[in-house]
């Protein structure tokens, strides 16, 4: 993503936070509007796994955890983008099967 993109993209969610009321209901509102379900999915467990206590964690639990957050943030943005990928790729069928439609009669 470019920077002016980002740059824009956190100025609207700024704007957008500075008209709640501040409450974390409003915050995680304009969160999920601005960047999408896939994204706020990923950016709740990041912030469970940094609130997490891992004093009773060994090291390879403390690790396999932090993979397995990892892919619980990843993974909605991917399924996601995929299924953008898809519906785009359904539209352009139906619009090429209108067209061979069109085009026998």
Do not use: W
């Amino acid at each position: 993503m470019r920077m002016e993109k980002r740059a824009d993209i956190y100025g609207q969610i700024a704007e957008a936070l500075l008209k709640t009321d501040g409450s974390s209901k409003a915050a995680r509102e304009v969160l999920l509007e601005k960047l999408g379900p896939g994204v706020m999915y990923g950016l709740e467990a990041l912030l469970e796994y940094e609130n997490a206590d891992e004093e009773n964690l060994m090291a390879p639990a403390a690790e396999m955890e932090a993979v397995s957050v990892a892919r619980r943030m990843v993974r909605p943005m991917l399924e996601g983008k995929l299924q953008r990928r898809l519906d785009a790729l359904d539209a352009l069928d139906g619009s090429k099967k209108k067209t061979a439609a069109r085009s026998a009669r």
